[in-house]
């Protein structure tokens, strides 16, 4: 079957970094997306890795590892803003996305 | 600016009411998609379209159809909604279904069944 599994809760400082893990295992794998929820709102896209590696933009950064079947999203100098949850959904062989639960980010001041 | 529009926002309907969710986009994508996302948990897709053709997920229940009369506008209608069909609707689009597949989501409808 296909499995997502990431915490379902973290607490940060205002400021500070953190580090939100997801691994995952999919029938097929044609990349990974990370997107950002606040409560009561869609889903907002913020990465996409196909390839092994680091993807850096602005604060946020997500790596990738397909022979570990895993992936983190990197937050840095977060804000009280940053407090949402964050979905982990890597794309299978039939290029569907497969959706965790999310990550509940508290930051607190 | 191009965007993805769902109306109502918020929606009430009494048990066994028929209800009819709307999403609209002027991204012209070729895909649309329903999701079902309850609190804290993975939005679940319902169906989805490339063009006009069809795909309904396995696990998708009667209970719930779709219309996608052009490229614009598509439709979820619920046929008898039951307490358990409370959640937030979501419709997505994507340019294509295979290669990157970014998929942009409307504000949601949050339906509440009384």
């Known amino acids: 079957g296909q499995n997502i599994d990431q915490p379902t809760e973290m607490t940060a400082t205002e400021g500070a970094i953190v580090q939100i893990n997801c691994t995952y295992q999919?029938?097929?794998?044609?990349?990974l997306f990370w997107y950002q929820q606040h409560a009561g709102e869609a889903p907002t896209f913020l990465s996409y890795n196909v390839l092994d590696g680091l993807e850096e933009k602005g604060r946020f950064s997500s790596f990738l590892s397909r022979s570990k079947g895993y992936s983190y999203l990197l937050l840095k100098e977060l804000q009280m803003k940053d407090s949402a949850s964050y979905l982990c959904a890597p794309m299978d062989s039939n290029y569907q996305l497969i959706w965790g639960a999310g990550t509940k980010l508290i930051i607190k001041p | 600016d191009a965007m993805v529009i769902q109306n109502p926002r918020y929606q009430v309907t009494q048990f066994g009411k028929p209800v009819t969710l709307s999403c609209s986009q002027t991204?012209?994508?070729?895909?649309m998609y329903w999701y079902q996302q309850k609190s804290s948990q993975a939005p679940k897709l319902l169906f989805h379209?490339?063009?006009?053709?069809?795909?309904n997920e396995a696990d998708t229940p009667d209970n719930f159809q779709s219309r996608r009369p052009n490229t614009s506008f598509c439709f979820l209608d619920i046929r008898s909604p039951g307490l358990g069909d409370a959640a937030m609707y979501l419709c997505?689009?994507?340019?294509?279904?295979?290669?990157?597949?970014?998929?942009?989501f409307g504000p949601g409808t949050r339906l509440t069944v009384l």
């Open positions: 379209y490339y063009d006009k053709d069809f795909n």
């Open positions: 997505a689009t994507s340019r294509v279904t295979g290669e990157y597949n970014e998929q942009f």
């Open positions: 999919t029938s097929g794998f044609n990349g």
């Open positions: 991204l012209n994508h070729n895909v």
